[in-house]
T-cell receptor, first 113, second 108 residues
Framework: NAGVTQTPKFRVLKTGQSMTLLCAQD?????MYWYRQDPGMGLRLIHY???????AKGEVPDGYNVSRLKKQNFLLGLESAAPSQTSVYFC????????????FGPGTRLTVL | KNEVEQSPQNLTAQEGEFITINCSYS?????LHWLQQHPGGGIVSLFM???GKKKHGRLIATINIQEKHSSLHITASHPRDSAVYIC??????????FGTGTRLQVFP
Protein backbone atom coordinates (compact mmCIF):
# COMPACT_ATOMS: atom_id res chain seq x y z
CA ASN A 1 0.00 0.00 0.00
CA ALA A 2 2.07 2.94 -1.33
CA GLY A 3 -0.47 5.70 -0.54
CA VAL A 4 0.06 8.71 -2.79
CA THR A 5 3.06 8.72 -5.12
CA GLN A 6 4.35 11.43 -7.44
CA THR A 7 6.59 11.25 -10.49
CA PRO A 8 9.12 12.78 -10.98
CA LYS A 9 10.63 13.97 -7.68
CA PHE A 10 12.73 16.69 -9.31
CA ARG A 11 12.73 18.37 -12.71
CA VAL A 12 14.45 21.31 -14.34
CA LEU A 13 12.80 22.85 -17.39
CA LYS A 14 13.65 25.68 -19.72
CA THR A 15 11.08 28.41 -20.32
CA GLY A 16 8.57 27.27 -22.93
CA GLN A 17 9.09 23.53 -22.42
CA SER A 18 6.21 21.28 -21.47
CA MET A 19 5.93 18.49 -18.97
CA THR A 20 3.46 16.31 -17.12
CA LEU A 21 3.50 15.47 -13.43
CA LEU A 22 1.90 12.17 -12.48
CA CYS A 23 0.09 11.49 -9.23
CA ALA A 24 -1.08 8.01 -8.35
CA GLN A 25 -3.02 6.72 -5.33
CA ASP A 26 -3.87 3.15 -4.40
CA UNK A 27 -6.52 3.89 -1.74
CA UNK A 28 -9.49 4.01 -4.14
CA UNK A 29 -10.05 7.66 -3.24
CA UNK A 30 -12.60 9.70 -5.15
CA UNK A 31 -11.07 13.16 -4.65
CA MET A 32 -7.64 14.21 -5.84
CA TYR A 33 -5.90 17.57 -5.66
CA TRP A 34 -2.87 19.41 -7.02
CA TYR A 35 -1.27 22.14 -4.89
CA ARG A 36 1.75 24.33 -5.24
CA GLN A 37 3.90 25.46 -2.33
CA ASP A 38 5.88 28.68 -2.53
CA PRO A 39 8.07 30.34 0.13
CA GLY A 40 6.11 32.42 2.62
CA MET A 41 2.75 31.21 1.35
CA GLY A 42 0.38 28.47 2.33
CA LEU A 43 -0.29 25.67 -0.11
CA ARG A 44 -2.50 26.87 -2.94
CA LEU A 45 -4.93 24.70 -4.87
CA ILE A 46 -4.30 24.50 -8.61
CA HIS A 47 -6.92 21.99 -9.81
CA TYR A 48 -8.90 19.20 -8.26
CA UNK A 49 -11.06 16.24 -9.21
CA UNK A 50 -14.06 14.75 -7.42
CA UNK A 51 -14.08 11.56 -9.45
CA UNK A 52 -12.86 9.77 -12.55
CA UNK A 53 -13.42 11.91 -15.63
CA UNK A 54 -14.03 15.13 -13.68
CA UNK A 55 -11.77 18.12 -13.09
CA ALA A 56 -12.28 21.60 -11.67
CA LYS A 57 -10.26 24.78 -11.25
CA GLY A 58 -8.80 25.76 -7.92
CA GLU A 59 -7.32 29.01 -6.71
CA VAL A 60 -4.38 29.30 -9.16
CA PRO A 61 -5.23 27.31 -12.32
CA ASP A 62 -3.68 29.52 -15.01
CA GLY A 63 -0.90 27.87 -17.00
CA TYR A 64 -1.86 24.35 -15.89
CA ASN A 65 -4.12 21.62 -17.23
CA VAL A 66 -5.19 18.36 -15.60
CA SER A 67 -6.74 15.06 -16.51
CA ARG A 68 -8.29 12.22 -14.51
CA LEU A 69 -8.84 9.45 -17.03
CA LYS A 70 -8.39 6.73 -14.42
CA LYS A 71 -9.58 6.95 -10.82
CA GLN A 72 -6.15 6.23 -9.41
CA ASN A 73 -4.24 8.80 -11.50
CA PHE A 74 -4.32 12.59 -11.64
CA LEU A 75 -2.04 14.28 -14.16
CA LEU A 76 -0.88 17.90 -14.02
CA GLY A 77 0.40 19.40 -17.26
CA LEU A 78 2.40 22.51 -17.98
CA GLU A 79 2.07 23.31 -21.68
CA SER A 80 4.59 26.16 -21.80
CA ALA A 81 6.55 26.47 -18.58
CA ALA A 82 7.36 29.88 -17.12
CA PRO A 83 9.80 30.84 -14.33
CA SER A 84 6.77 31.79 -12.18
CA GLN A 85 5.88 28.09 -12.13
CA THR A 86 9.06 27.25 -10.22
CA SER A 87 7.62 25.67 -7.10
CA VAL A 88 7.12 22.48 -5.15
CA TYR A 89 4.04 20.62 -6.31
CA PHE A 90 2.05 18.35 -4.02
CA CYS A 91 -0.66 15.94 -4.94
CA UNK A 92 -3.21 14.82 -2.37
CA UNK A 93 -6.14 12.45 -2.24
CA UNK A 94 -9.20 12.09 -0.07
CA UNK A 95 -11.78 9.32 0.20
CA UNK A 96 -14.76 11.58 -0.45
CA UNK A 97 -16.92 14.47 0.70
CA UNK A 98 -17.70 12.82 4.04
CA UNK A 99 -14.04 12.32 4.89
CA UNK A 100 -11.92 15.23 6.09
CA UNK A 101 -8.47 13.65 6.04
CA UNK A 102 -6.26 14.25 3.02
CA UNK A 103 -3.19 12.19 2.20
CA PHE A 104 -0.28 13.97 0.55
CA GLY A 105 2.32 12.77 -1.90
CA PRO A 106 6.06 13.38 -1.39
CA GLY A 107 6.18 16.43 -3.67
CA THR A 108 7.83 17.35 -6.97
CA ARG A 109 10.40 20.13 -6.98
CA LEU A 110 10.20 21.94 -10.33
CA THR A 111 12.61 24.63 -11.47
CA VAL A 112 11.93 26.61 -14.64
CA LEU A 113 14.95 28.50 -15.97
CA LYS B 1 -5.82 39.20 6.11
CA ASN B 2 -5.25 35.46 5.72
CA GLU B 3 -8.09 33.20 6.74
CA VAL B 4 -5.61 31.01 8.67
CA GLU B 5 -2.89 32.68 10.70
CA GLN B 6 -0.10 30.87 12.49
CA SER B 7 2.31 32.14 15.10
CA PRO B 8 5.16 32.27 15.48
CA GLN B 9 6.54 32.04 11.94
CA ASN B 10 9.88 30.80 13.24
CA LEU B 11 10.74 29.14 16.51
CA THR B 12 14.00 27.90 17.95
CA ALA B 13 14.25 25.81 21.09
CA GLN B 14 16.71 23.82 23.14
CA GLU B 15 16.20 20.10 23.42
CA GLY B 16 13.76 19.30 26.19
CA GLU B 17 11.79 22.55 26.02
CA PHE B 18 8.00 22.70 25.87
CA ILE B 19 6.85 24.20 22.57
CA THR B 20 3.56 25.81 21.57
CA ILE B 21 2.48 26.76 18.06
CA ASN B 22 -0.74 28.70 17.60
CA CYS B 23 -3.30 28.81 14.82
CA SER B 24 -6.22 31.21 14.47
CA TYR B 25 -8.83 31.11 11.73
CA SER B 26 -11.65 33.35 10.63
CA UNK B 27 -14.00 31.00 8.74
CA UNK B 28 -16.51 28.39 9.79
CA UNK B 29 -14.91 24.96 9.78
CA UNK B 30 -15.76 21.28 9.96
CA UNK B 31 -12.23 20.20 10.96
CA LEU B 32 -8.74 21.51 11.65
CA HIS B 33 -5.55 19.70 10.66
CA TRP B 34 -2.03 19.90 11.96
CA LEU B 35 0.54 18.79 9.38
CA GLN B 36 4.30 18.25 9.58
CA GLN B 37 6.80 18.82 6.79
CA HIS B 38 10.46 17.90 7.19
CA PRO B 39 13.06 19.79 5.10
CA GLY B 40 12.87 18.60 1.51
CA GLY B 41 10.19 16.15 2.50
CA GLY B 42 6.56 15.41 2.09
CA ILE B 43 3.62 16.45 4.23
CA VAL B 44 2.25 14.13 6.88
CA SER B 45 -0.86 14.51 8.95
CA LEU B 46 -0.35 14.75 12.71
CA PHE B 47 -3.87 15.49 13.91
CA MET B 48 -7.36 16.12 12.66
CA UNK B 49 -9.61 17.88 15.20
CA UNK B 50 -13.17 19.07 15.30
CA UNK B 51 -13.36 19.65 19.06
CA GLY B 52 -11.45 19.24 22.30
CA LYS B 53 -8.00 17.75 22.52
CA LYS B 54 -5.94 14.91 21.04
CA LYS B 55 -2.61 13.42 22.10
CA HIS B 56 -0.09 11.29 20.24
CA GLY B 57 3.06 10.59 22.19
CA ARG B 58 4.72 13.94 22.96
CA LEU B 59 2.36 15.89 20.73
CA ILE B 60 -0.88 17.46 21.95
CA ALA B 61 -3.37 19.41 19.87
CA THR B 62 -6.25 21.45 21.21
CA ILE B 63 -9.01 23.41 19.57
CA ASN B 64 -11.43 26.04 20.88
CA ILE B 65 -14.25 26.33 18.36
CA GLN B 66 -15.82 29.38 19.99
CA GLU B 67 -12.55 31.32 19.91
CA LYS B 68 -11.53 29.90 16.49
CA HIS B 69 -8.13 28.94 17.82
CA SER B 70 -5.98 25.85 17.99
CA SER B 71 -2.64 25.07 19.56
CA LEU B 72 -0.07 22.38 18.91
CA HIS B 73 2.15 21.52 21.87
CA ILE B 74 5.34 19.48 21.84
CA THR B 75 6.54 18.26 25.22
CA ALA B 76 10.22 17.39 25.81
CA SER B 77 11.23 18.61 22.35
CA HIS B 78 13.93 16.76 20.42
CA PRO B 79 16.08 17.73 17.42
CA ARG B 80 14.10 15.27 15.28
CA ASP B 81 11.02 17.48 15.89
CA SER B 82 12.69 20.14 13.70
CA ALA B 83 10.29 20.68 10.82
CA VAL B 84 7.66 23.03 9.45
CA TYR B 85 4.28 22.66 11.17
CA ILE B 86 1.28 23.64 9.11
CA CYS B 87 -2.23 24.38 10.32
CA UNK B 88 -5.03 23.82 7.80
CA UNK B 89 -8.80 24.15 8.19
CA UNK B 90 -11.57 22.43 6.25
CA UNK B 91 -14.05 25.23 5.67
CA UNK B 92 -17.81 24.76 5.64
CA UNK B 93 -17.60 25.11 1.84
CA UNK B 94 -15.30 22.03 1.81
CA UNK B 95 -12.19 24.03 0.96
CA UNK B 96 -8.90 23.17 2.72
CA UNK B 97 -7.21 26.45 3.69
CA PHE B 98 -3.59 26.37 4.77
CA GLY B 99 -1.57 28.56 7.07
CA THR B 100 1.91 29.61 6.02
CA GLY B 101 3.58 27.29 8.50
CA THR B 102 5.81 27.57 11.56
CA ARG B 103 9.45 26.61 11.11
CA LEU B 104 10.73 24.89 14.26
CA GLN B 105 14.39 24.21 14.98
CA VAL B 106 15.33 22.26 18.08
CA PHE B 107 19.00 22.34 19.04
CA PRO B 108 20.74 19.69 21.17
Amino acid sequence: NAGVTQTPKFRVLKTGQSMTLLCAQDMNHEYMYWYRQDPGMGLRLIHYSVGEGTTAKGEVPDGYNVSRLKKQNFLLGLESAAPSQTSVYFCASRAGISYNEQFFGPGTRLTVL
Amino acid sequence: KNEVEQSPQNLTAQEGEFITINCSYSVGISALHWLQQHPGGGIVSLFMLSSGKKKHGRLIATINIQEKHSSLHITASHPRDSAVYICAVRSNTDKLIFGTGTRLQVFP
